[in-house]
């Protein structure tokens, strides 16, 4: 059984993904840890299907305030590359995707699925689960959701706003507030 605690290590990872350019390359969360980036790490049950297009859709509307934020953000499902690649030059409008600003990570052995304790071993696809992880490989954050629930991309940046304060923040904190 998987233990993932916020506050501990975060699993490393290196997966096969599609680029923001539609080419084939690799993610690792060390790579993104040298470079000093929050990583938000974001799985997701299976391509073509309803609810997974509007997340990651919305996770790319809003790239560039995670960017701001020195964060990078990796999608990830069970799908092949090539999978990815179909739905990315699918547009959105006949239920692809089109155009990401960021990879789509391709865990087709299910491993990181497993580390991150969201693979659904029967079917084989990963829970919506998604992992804030700090520069130093830390993780800060996580929750899952039930597959038929998409997540609200303003609060996973609140979330990040909060925790990159490194300070106390109460309920319903909003960026620009006080901190306690």
Known sequence: MVVLQVGKPAPKFKMDAVLPDKTFGTVSLEELISGQKWTV?????????????????????????????????????????????????????????????YPLAADHNQQVARKYGVLVEEEGIALRGLFIINPQGELQYQVVHHQNIGRDVEEVLRVLQALQTGKLCPANWRPGEETL
């Open 41 to 101: 790490l974001f799985f997701y049950p299976m391509d073509f299907t309803f609810v997974c297009p509007t997340e990651i859709t919305s996770m790319s509307d809003y790239y560039e305030d995670f960017h701001d934020l020195d964060a990078e953000v990796i999608g990830v499902s069970t799908d092949t590359v090539y999978t990815h690649l179909a739905w990315i030059n699918t547009d959105r409008d006949k239920n692809g995707i089109g155009p990401l600003q």
